[in-house]
T-cell receptor, first 113, second 111 residues
Framework: DAMVIQNPRYQVTQFGKPVTLSCSQT?????MYWYQQKSSQAPKLLFH???????NEADTPDNFQSRRPNTSFCFLDIRSPGLGDAAMYLC????????????FGPGTRLTVT | GQSLEQPSEVTAVEGAIVQINCTYQ??????LSWYQQHDGGAPTFLSY????GLEETGRFSSFLSRSDSYGYLLLQELQMKDSASYFC????????????FGGGTRVLVKP
């Protein structure tokens, strides 16, 4: 089945130790998104790609970076995780012009110790 | 910018009907989406309204009134598995490829 896959599902990192989360998709969608979601809150968009065109949200901390080496893969790098970065990180995709219907991966729950 | 308001929590019994309202403020409005998210799970797309009126998909329906900047999600014949958070999300011309999500409504279904 076509889908959005995120690895790992659970990630524990130490304060200040860089961490990379990965996302892959078999839907062949042009647009990929990274969201941060904290408990009982709405998903908060960090950035998105339209093909290789990178779009950063104005309030996304510099601590967060992203790479999209090809259509299928996207990575979220957190350079120096703080305790406040503990959250669920969701990757999503959509077709061009159909951003109203986004396909989400299962998420990676990040714990910072 | 955009803003969306929806109730934080709704409780109902199995078999009942629940309506989750969403009001929004945005310029260049394109449409309103609804997503369901179970605890620990990923959001899943439920429906999208770009035009005024009611869209029905099985037990769930979604309504939009563009003139009132208002929409709702109607959950009928509630089942225990419908216990989840429900998010409305605005598609906005100024936001390009993005969606702006509301704060979510937690629906608790009791036996």
């Amino acid at each position: 089945d076509a889908m959005v896959i995120q690895n790992p599902r659970y990630q524990v990192t130490q304060f200040g130790k860089p961490v990379t989360l990965s996302c892959s998709q078999t839907l062949n969608h042009n647009v990929m998104y990274w969201y941060q979601q904290k408990s009982s809150q709405a998903p908060k968009l960090l950035f998105h790609y339209y093909d290789k065109d990178f779009n950063n949200e104005a309030d996304t901390p510099d601590n967060f970076q992203s790479r999209r080496p090809n259509t299928s893969f996207c990575f979220l790098d957190i350079r120096s995780p703080g305790l406040g970065d503990a959250a669920m990180y969701l990757c999503a995709t959509s077709k061009t012009g159909e951003n109203y219907e986004q396909y989400f991966g299962p998420g990676t729950r990040l714990t910072v110790t | 910018g955009q803003s969306l308001e929806q109730p934080s929590e709704v409780t109902a019994v199995e078999g009942a009907i629940v309506q989750i309202n969403c009001t929004y403020q945005t310029s260049g409005f394109y449409g309103l989406s609804w997503y369901q998210q179970h605890d620990g799970g990923a959001p899943t797309f439920l429906s999208y309204n770009a035009l005024d009126g009611l869209e029905e998909t099985g037990r769930f329906s979604s309504f939009l009134s563009r003139s009132d900047s208002y929409g709702y999600l109607l959950l009928q014949e509630l089942q225990m598995k419908d216990s989840a958070s429900y998010f409305c999300a605005v598609r906005d011309q100024a936001a390009g490829n993005k969606l702006t999500f509301g704060g979510g409504t937690r629906v608790l279904v009791k036996p």
